[in-house]
């Protein structure tokens, strides 16, 4: 079983950066896919970026310029900064994990508040 722990989430004002990190129980290379998402209150859990075996990253237009999704290997784990963030970026963070087979994995989400 597939196992995500997220961390680094925490108040932060506006205009402050964080950088979340998600540490996989196993290699982040058997995954075809990474990604962060994020859910606020009385809202659906939407993409904010992800990154696809090969390299090829996405990023959603509202942390477009702002966000950054990275890994590291050897620690088997995948991190996502934000620079600049807005009352409207306080949500649950969630990182996902696509096997090859189609499975997804979540973790138990980590809480960013933006607020002054």
């Known amino acids: 079983q597939v196992q995500l722990v997220e961390s680094g989430g925490g108040l932060v004002q506006p205009g402050g950066s964080l950088r979340l990190s998600c540490v996989a129980s196993g290699s982040i290379l058997s995954f075809n896919a990474m990604g962060w998402y994020r859910q606020a209150p009385r809202k659906v859990r939407e993409l904010v970026a992800r990154m696809v075996r090969g390299g090829k990253i996405d990023y959603v237009d509202f942390v477009k310029g702002r966000g950054t999704i990275s890994r590291d290997i050897a620690k088997n784990t995948v991190y996502l900064e934000i620079d600049n963030l807005k009352p409207e970026d306080t949500a649950v963070y969630y990182c996902?994990?696509?096997?090859?087979?189609?499975?997804?994995?979540w973790g138990q989400g980590t809480q960013v508040t933006v607020s002054s």
């Open positions: 996902n994990a696509e096997s090859p087979n189609g499975l997804r994995f």
